[in-house]
């Protein structure tokens, strides 16, 4: 799959730099968050792989919903146990198997995480976290607002039947929610909310938002002997 080139860099970056996000940043971004699962969901495409690194600001500051690898299309469940430990929704990880709801949760998650800085189950062990997220016990950061905290309670709900997002009403339930109260739906899908992030950018084809790694010299391998080939002839 490919994407046109997003020049703003990761949101994980942003995050790491600010330390935590205000409650206006990331309403902004909840809100272009839910407005794309929303239409993935729509086409019957359950994401599973929602966190900072892979959300891109473009230059104007608008998220870009990057890294299709875990997605998927289907119908009814999945039992394949895949995403980020960190992020992964408590039917995954018992493989009882799961569906779209397994994106509200991650939302849940990174809610939290733009709010408080750290994500609300964490471990040096994957394991850890797995045991971790199967309590759901979390330790709530003392500042959170508590409308978002109620928001952030009710999406990381472990009976996916009950989760915000997966009722009745699907994410029109998320958006009545009071964290989201004078919200203009129709402007965020449009774009026309004012993003309070923008990227520093010098052109389209500015690179300097992401992270700078170092490239690895380029050997050749020596051609393989006559003798050493004869053993692929029936391969």
């Known amino acids: 799959m490919l994407f046109?080139?997003?020049?703003?860099?990761?949101l994980?970056?942003?995050l790491r730099n600010s330390g935590r996000f205000s409650s206006q940043t990331a309403n902004f971004y909840?809100?272009?968050?839910?407005?794309a699962i929303d239409y993935l969901h729509q086409k019957n495409i359950v994401y599973r792989d929602l966190k900072p690194e892979n959300l891109l600001l473009d230059k104007e500051g608008h998220l870009k919903i990057t890294d299709f690898g875990f997605a998927k299309k289907l119908t009814d469940r999945t039992w394949t146990l895949c995403g980020t430990p960190e992020y992964l929704a408590p039917e995954i990880i018992q493989s009882k198997g799961h569906n779209k709801a397994v994106d509200w949760w991650a939302l849940g998650i990174l809610i939290y995480e733009m709010l408080a800085g750290y994500p609300p189950f964490y471990d040096d062990n994957p394991f850890g976290i797995y045991e971790k997220i199967l309590s759901g016990k979390i330790e709530w950061a003392r500042h959170l607002d508590p409308i978002a905290k109620d928001l952030i309670k009710k999406l990381l709900v472990q009976d996916r039947?009950?989760?915000l997002g997966n009722m009745k009403c699907g994410a029109e339930d998320l958006k009545r929610h009071r964290w989201f109260k004078g919200v203009d739906w129709q402007?965020?899908?449009l774009r026309k909310l004012k993003p309070p992030i923008v990227p520093k950018v010098a052109n389209d084809g500015d690179s300097s938002n992401f992270d700078d790694y170092?490239?690895?010299d380029f050997r050749t391998a020596r051609?393989?002997?006559?003798?050493?080939?004869?053993?692929?002839?029936?391969?």
């Open 161 to 163: 039947t009950k989760r």
């Open 187 to 189: 402007d965020v899908l």
């Open 214 to 216: 170092p490239e690895v």
């Open 223 to 235: 051609a393989l002997e006559d003798s050493e080939l004869k053993l692929f002839e029936d391969f």
């Open 4 to 10: 046109e080139y997003i020049c703003g860099g990761e």
């Open 12 to 14: 994980f970056s942003y």
């Open 30 to 35: 909840a809100c272009e968050i839910i407005t």
